[in-house]
């Protein structure tokens, strides 16, 4: 069975770093790209980028870009969602997702997602 | 900035009734769109892929049509098990876009 399990739920001070992962089994983890995506409560989904393990490309959402580091240890099939200094609107549910189609360096739909995992940041 | 405007964001219908969702893109996209649905909770699910093509195991209620600036995503029959939030998506592209969601309610 193709899945990605994420880890726990973190509560975190703000300025606090944080990494989260997520992994991924039942599939070549290398070949495939895994994207992140933000939802705050309430509110709809919002795409933070993308990350392939086999070569270590990453790609951000302008939103994103230089707030985060997506990374990935493909020796044991883990991807990675890293913060240096979290701030309270960084309280959200993160989701990992296998993006569908390999072979490719467009962002495509996803067709495998985690459970997510839920940051809370508050003082 | 490139933009997938979704609208209904909130509708009410009857079990039984066929619902539509629609998403407007800011540029042609070709059949770049996904839909998902996301119950409270939980994560999304794919839906769709190239505007109609049903992911596996997706009930054939659901389908997908459009090109270009203009997707639907329709539910033939709505059932209690399809209360949840719609979403589009953009893809094949540098970056990827979601639609704001539509939140379908059953009466």
């Known amino acids: 069975e193709v899945q990605l399990v994420q880890s726990g739920a973190e509560v975190k001070k703000p300025g606090e770093s944080l990494k989260i992962s997520c992994k991924g089994s039942?599939?070549?983890?290398?070949?495939?790209?895994i994207a992140w995506v933000r939802q705050k409560p309430g509110k709809g989904l919002e795409w933070m980028g993308i990350?392939?393990?086999?070569?270590?490309?990453?790609r951000y959402s302008p939103s994103f870009q230089g707030l985060v580091t997506l990374s990935a240890d493909k020796s044991i099939s883990t991807a990675y969602l890293q913060w240096n200094s979290l701030e309270a609107s960084d309280t959200a549910m993160y989701f990992c997702?296998?993006?569908?189609?390999?072979?490719?360096?467009?962002?495509?739909?996803?067709?495998?997602w985690g459970k997510g995992t839920t940051v809370t940041v508050s003082s | 900035d490139f933009q997938m405007t979704q609208s209904p964001s909130t509708l009410s219908a009857s079990v039984g009734d066929r619902v539509t969702i629609t998403c407007r893109a800011s540029?042609?996209?070709?059949?770049?769109v996904a839909w998902y649905q996301q119950k409270p909770g939980k994560a999304p699910t794919l839906l769709i892929y190239?505007?109609?093509t049903l992911d596996s195991g997706v009930p054939s209620r659901f389908s997908g049509s459009g090109s270009g600036t203009e997707f639907t995503l329709t539910i033939s029959s709505l059932q209690p098990d399809d209360s949840a939030t719609y979403y589009c998506?953009?893809?094949?592209?540098?970056?990827?876009?979601f639609g704001g969601g539509t939140k379908v309610e059953i009466k």
């Open positions: 540029q042609s996209i070709k059949s770049w």
């Open positions: 998506q953009r893809y094949n592209s540098y970056l990827v876009t």
């Open positions: 990350f392939h393990p086999g070569d270590s490309d990453a």
């Open positions: 190239k505007a109609s």
């Open positions: 997702a296998r993006q569908a189609v390999t072979g490719t360096l467009l962002a495509y739909y996803m067709d495998v």
């Open positions: 039942g599939y070549s983890f290398a070949n495939h790209w």
